[in-house]
DNA sequence: ACATTAAGTGATT
DNA sequence: AATCACTTAATGT
């Protein structure tokens, strides 16, 4: 294992000692179930080694990635659970072979009292967390953009009865909630696909 | 010709 | 898929 201080070289000299007196290690295979959303949380996990996949499960096997954690970071949802004394609302999945210490719950608050890199850690981390599952709640709320694009052109064609469609990938950027780099690439696969003829402006459907 | 606006691209997260 | 940082191409004046 590398040590804490390569790993988290902004704790100070302290919190690392006490990290080494209060921790747990604990170690897990490559595919190893860490965390099941039956499991109640007690502990936040500080990563020294390898990923884990955090996820959502229903029970017939469909699962939402949250997000992945990786070495050198915590996980952000299992401090809004233990919180709550709640069962956890997430499963954990070791990716590789991974390696974390475990800290009790009841030195989360002592600490962030008590240390400022502790506080910023934690702090850095759920931003950095949020921001993920904010992408991935994209990708599930708006998935498949392809097909919406195609919708967006088809209905744009028949309302105006014609194949000559008037408007700015900026335009349909933002009708779709997207971002115009993303609609010109998409634009350009059909084009390339001779679904459609591009030019300034205008969006020419083929057939 | 020159400025403005639309579109294309590669790299990065 | 989004953002950034440019580049390139069309158009308007």
Known sequence: MESLHELFPY?????????KVAGIEKSFQKGEIILTQENYIKNIPLITKGHIKISRQDGVGNEIVM????KGETCASTIQCCENR????ISAEAEDEVELILIPLEYLEKWMMKYDSWKDFLLINYREKFGQMIQTLDK???????????????EKSSVNKNKEITVTHQQ??????????????YLKKMELRKKIKLSRGKIKLAG
């Open 11 to 19: 704790f100070e000299k302290d919190l690392i000692e006490e990290i």
């Open 67 to 70: 997000y992945y954690i990786k």
């Open 86 to 89: 709640k069962k956890s609302n």
């Open 140 to 154: 599930v709320a708006f998935g498949n953009l392809q097909k919406r694009l195609e919708d967006y052109l088809q």
């Open 172 to 185: 349909i950027a933002y009708d779709l909630n997207s971002t115009r780099e993303v609609i010109s690439r």
